[in-house]
């Protein structure tokens, strides 16, 4: 069975995406919790695609605590990995630093690829 669970920090957020989900008719499909997303991920396991969307300043340590419950083949996707070009232009921002730190560690531990498509997409597969 697919399932998916859908993990934010707002609540407001999850009623807009159950409503969304709602008039495609699979909220019987998803699951909705509302919480700090690390925290909640490390309940799952086999997970077979992780979706970074979070505080950018925290993707390094999303991977690196939930890198264990992905399935063997798992894939991750992680947006906004470019932060309005400052990762590649302006190296000294403190978030651009942070996300180019986490680019650095998929490239080593994942083949992976970043996408250029607005702010960035990155994705990969474990090694």
């Known amino acids: ?74 894939i991750v996707i992680a947006d906004n990995v470019l932060y309005q070009g400052k990762v590649v232009f302006e190296k000294e921002d403190r978030k651009a630093k942070v996300l180019d730190s986490f680019n650095r560690y998929m490239s080593e531990n994942y083949f992976s690829v970043i996408l250029p498509v607005r702010d960035g997409i990155l994705v990969g597969i474990k090694k």
Request: with cysteine; aromatic share 10%.
């Open 1 to 74: 069975m697919v399932r998916l669970c859908l993990i934010d920090y707002s609540e407001r957020n999850i009623n807009l995406a159950k409503e969304f989900f709602k008039e495609g008719n699979l909220l019987d499909k998803i699951c909705f919790r509302v919480g700090d997303a690390i925290s909640i991920g490390q309940e799952y396991r086999n997970i077979d695609i992780l979706f970074l969307d979070l505080e950018k300043v925290r993707y390094l340590e999303a991977i690196q605590t939930l890198e264990k419950n992905l399935s063997e083949d798992g």
